[in-house]
Nanobody, 123 residues
């Protein structure tokens, strides 16, 4: 499985970005796709996750109401729409795939990772 994350960039406070995570080699069926982020000197943390069925989503408290995760089954792609961005959202964002479908997404549950895409929010 190869995951390709894209869409990061530099944005001002209050701005928006949409990250994409595309899979090549297999579909996301029977999986949960998660977005994680890691800022310099900090641990990798979960941001949002969605089961491929779309039946279940997860959001970290810090992004609830601002970020929306979605998927396009035809394109085998998961998106993370990020609105009202804050400086504390600055990090390298990663997407990953796991067979664990419930509970808080933990990095150790995820088998396949894409490369990171940098998000920088300037104040």
């Amino acid at each position: 499985v190869q995951l390709q994350a894209s869409g990061g960039g530099l944005v001002q406070v209050g701005g928006s970005l949409r990250l994409s995570c595309a899979s090549s080699g297999r579909t996301f069926s029977r999986s949960r796709v998660g977005w994680f982020r890691q800022a310099p000197g900090k641990e990798r943390e979960s941001v949002a996750a969605i089961t491929w069925s779309g039946a279940s989503t997860y959001y970290a408290d810090s992004v609830k109401g601002r970020f929306t995760i979605s998927r396009d089954t035809a394109k085998n792609t998961v998106y993370l729409q990020m609105n009202s961005l804050k400086p504390e959202d600055t990090a390298n964002y990663y997407c990953a795939v796991s067979g664990v479908l419930f509970g808080e997404p933990l990095p150790k549950q995820y088998d396949y990772w894409g490369q990171g895409t940098q998000v920088t929010v300037s104040s």
